[in-house]
């Protein structure tokens, strides 16, 4: 007889395969759109380091007893003050619609619709570049390469998120990652399914490390078999990607 496999174990929700949210700050949003009217100066306050995010948050205090965190920016300090509104300048760290940003100005934590906190260039070290604006909205280019459209009146903030390195620094310990994995609710490390025997997974046994049989498997499947391609419309490369008709 077998052991629940991984998937199922997840599923129970234990603390395993838990994030420790209770030792997370706040989350990372600007205020909303009725509170920001017209030219909004505030001062950061302080640079808080927040488990299982890779870049620092900063609070910001308004005039009015507005308070709120955001996603740190690389050059800012404490008690920097901040613009926030379309009467804002274009300076590192002040918060403006991207309606007012030149075509080329890159800037990042990038909201979708004006509301929602923040969507886009929010990771350490990523940023958004105004491509071009059109009446539907603002085109922006990801630091990944894809472009987007965003609501003209949606805000974003000046620069790049700060952390920008952090991934290319090696893991020297194996606890080091376990921990960064901990912080984010992941369990670590992960056993590969073929490395295992037949009883306990379904990709396990053999000799040659190799599944052995099709990867795809049904939605409809019994939780202790559902590994792997789950309804797949495809598996593999496409005749397109190979160069066939």
């Given amino acids: 007889m ?36 017209g030219k909004l100066k505030g001062v950061v306050r302080a640079l808080i380091h ?7 948050l900063a609070l910001i205090e308004c005039n009015g007893g507005l308070a709120f965190y955001t996603v740190t920016v690389e050059g800012i300090h404490v008690g920097q003050e901040i613009e926030i509104g379309p009467e804002a300048s274009l300076k590192l760290g002040n918060i403006v619609p991207v309606s007012v940003l030149p075509e080329g100005f890159t800037v990042c934590n990038v909201e979708k ?7 886009f260039a929010r990771a350490s070290g990523s940023y958004a570049t105004v491509v071009a604006k059109t009446p539907a909205g603002v085109i922006l280019r990801l630091s990944s390469g ?33 921990h960064l994995m901990r912080a984010k609710g992941r369990k670590w490390p992960v056993t590969r399914g073929v490395a295992m025997i037949a009883a306990v997974h379904p990709h396990g046994g053999g000799r040659h490390r190799h599944l052995g049989k099709p990867g795809t498997i049904s939605r409809r499947a019994p939780p202790g078999r559902k590994v792997g391609l789950i309804a797949a419309k495809q598996s593999g490369r496409s005749k397109r990607s190979r160069g066939g008709r």
Avoid: C, W
């Fill in 2 to 37: 077998g052991k629940r496999i991984r998937a199922q174990r997840r599923g129970r929700g234990t603390p395993t395969f838990k994030a420790p949210t209770h030792k997370r700050v706040s989350p990372a949003k600007y205020p909303p759109p009725e509170v920001l009217k």
């Fill in 50 to 56: 927040d488990p299982g995010r890779g870049t620092p």
């Fill in 146 to 178: 894809k472009t987007t459209l965003v609501n003209s009146e949606a805000l974003a903030t000046v620069g790049i998120v700060a952390g920008f390195g952090r991934t290319e620094k090696p893991f020297m310990k194996a606890g080091e990652k376990y």
């Fill in 113 to 119: 619709n004006p509301g929602d906190g923040g969507k």
